[in-house]
């Protein structure tokens, strides 16, 4: 029981680790976050792709079509919660 409530924790660091290897381009189709990151609100991704800094293995910067697609997807309530977690 302790093994499957740890597990359940770790199922989001385990999808932001998998957004942050991948062509972050694929996040424009809703179906593609759907299947890497179904524990991340458009929110949690929208604030997680905002922070990313290109590096020497990823040096392509986020496509501005990338964020547009989650703001629609972002909820008010999602939207509040991410405000306060800034503050």
Do not use: W
């Amino acid at each position: 029981q302790q093994l499957e409530a740890a597990a359940s924790l770790l199922a989001p660091l385990e999808e932001v680790v998998n957004v942050l290897c991948m062509n972050k381009s694929a996040l424009v189709e809703a179906e593609v976050r759907k299947e890497v990151c179904p524990h991340l609100s458009a929110a949690q991704l929208g604030q997680l792709l905002l922070l990313y800094t290109p590096d020497d293995f990823d040096s392509e910067p986020i496509h501005p079509g990338v964020l547009a697609s989650l703001c629609g997807d972002i909820k008010p309530d999602e939207f509040k919660m991410s405000e306060e977690l800034r503050s």
